[in-house]
């Protein structure tokens, strides 16, 4: 029985996909919920699994073509067996016997690699250009011979001394390029920096980390400190918190909060839905289950959906300070940055502390200056006093 194997609901902001990889080809064998192809969308790579267990009798497209939600791109057949490949032929019996005196047969002469004076007049000229050795290029034309197409090859894959590779984009990176420009291009942003002293959420983690870990399975890290810190001071500073749609602001009463996760692809920021009521745990567990389902490709495109706010942390890569870039319709994004010992003068006295620069990049057109500075002190205050922070003061 033959069965289709369709593309996936794609959700109304996703108009079409692209067919990335297909892990199988026609007449391999395959089995129920295996999956046989990547399709990336404009914001994330979804797997499309085997409905069932059989053959794969027909591609309906390659990769790199386009495809559209509930679009056939396969055919399965139910039940089947692959066949297996031909056996080659035995070799003969035996071979009749060799005269008991010849001239020992000559090895034939592998095809020598042409030298520049014998290549095509383009292959030349372009081997030239790029200091290639024509010795160096494996040639696929005839007796051996190196042409053009071999040494534009042999440049892609890093050979010569000036090499360069041409790639199409993916769909991601086009779309992350496409909201930059149109955040770029659409907001009066802005800027505003402030530094905090994190030496007591530095003790809180070694003080109750183990206690953490053994009751929650999970160890506390300081993005829960930050996301906690955010979701209370956006309930201070609604305007921090609202979007853009038309001529329209709309203020949330709630704390969608999006955490930014690098993976090969590009940036991707899964969603905390209503921080303000989850524990220090339920963020920490949220982010982590994100971060391996960024890592093996498994976030979900309603994962990436709405957010009110967005955190980005340059500090695991070691920005010390930078101007994060808002992603519209939001109206906010907090940056921050690696930890660094510093000396501070505290109560008069100069001591050391692991100090951290943190911004808040915001949309002038809804947010003032004063809240969005009122906005960044008040995260410098929770994380200075985490304890007041534990007790919603």
């Given at each position: 029985?033959?069965?289709?194997v369709k593309v996936p609901v794609l959700p109304e902001s996703v108009s079409d996909a692209t067919i990335a990889t297909w892990h199988k080809k026609a007449g391999d064998s395959v089995r129920r919920d295996e999956n046989l192809l990547d399709l990336e969308t404009d914001k994330v790579v979804l797997?499309?699994?085997s409905p069932v267990?059989?053959?794969?009798k027909e591609l309906k497209f390659q990769a790199g073509d386009t495809v559209t939600s509930q679009q056939v791109v396969a055919i399965i057949e139910e039940g089947a067996v692959a066949a297996e490949p031909a056996k080659a032929a035995a070799p003969a019996a035996a071979k009749a016997e060799a005269p008991a005196k010849s001239e020992p047969a000559k090895a034939a002469a592998p095809a020598a690699k042409a030298g520049a004076s014998e290549l095509p007049p383009g292959a030349a000229a372009h081997a030239a250009r790029n200091d290639v050795n024509p010795a160096d290029v494996a040639g696929t034309g005839r007796a051996g011979r190196v042409t053009k197409e071999d040494v534009v090859n042999h440049i892609k894959v890093g050979g010569g001394a000036r090499p360069e590779q041409r790639v199409p984009m993916t769909r991601i990176r086009q779309r992350i390029a496409e909201r930059m420009m149109l955040s770029k291009n659409s907001i009066a942003m802005l800027?505003?920096?402030?530094?905090?002293?994190?030496?007591?959420?530095?003790?809180?983690?070694?003080?109750?980390?183990?206690g953490?870990?053994?009751?929650?399975?999970?160890?506390?890290?300081?993005?829960?400190?930050f996301a906690k810190a955010a979701a209370n001071a956006l309930q201070k500073y609604p305007a921090v918190n609202a979007s853009v749609d038309g001529t329209?602001?709309?203020?949330h009463g709630y704390a969608d909060i999006s955490i930014a996760v690098a993976t090969e692809k590009g940036l991707v920021t899964p969603v905390l839905r209503n921080v303000e009521n989850m524990s220090f745990a339920d963020i920490e567990g949220s982010i982590a289950g994100y971060a391996k389902a960024a890592r093996e490709g498994g976030l979900k495109l309603e994962d990436l959906q709405g957010g009110t706010f967005t955190i980005t942390n340059g500090g695991t890569f070691g920005s010390l300070m930078s101007t994060p870039i808002v992603n519209p319709p939001q109206s906010a994004i907090l940056g921050m940055h690696a930890?660094?010992?510093?000396?501070?003068?505290?109560?008069?006295?100069?001591?050391?502390?692991?100090?951290?620069?943190?911004?808040?990049?915001?949309?002038?057109?809804v947010i003032d200056g004063?809240?969005?500075?009122l906005f960044l002190v008040d995260i410098k205050n929770q994380l200075e006093n985490p304890h007041r922070m534990l007790l919603g003061l």
């Open positions: 029985m033959s069965i289709e797997e499309v699994p267990d059989g053959v794969l800027t505003s920096f402030n530094e905090v002293n994190l030496s007591k959420v530095m003790a809180m983690r070694k003080e109750l980390g183990e953490f870990e053994k009751a929650n399975g999970i160890k506390l890290g300081f993005m829960s400190f329209d602001v709309i203020y930890i660094k010992e510093r000396p501070i003068a505290d109560n008069g006295q100069v001591v050391i502390a692991p100090m951290m620069y943190i911004a808040l990049s915001y949309d002038h057109r004063k809240d969005a500075v």
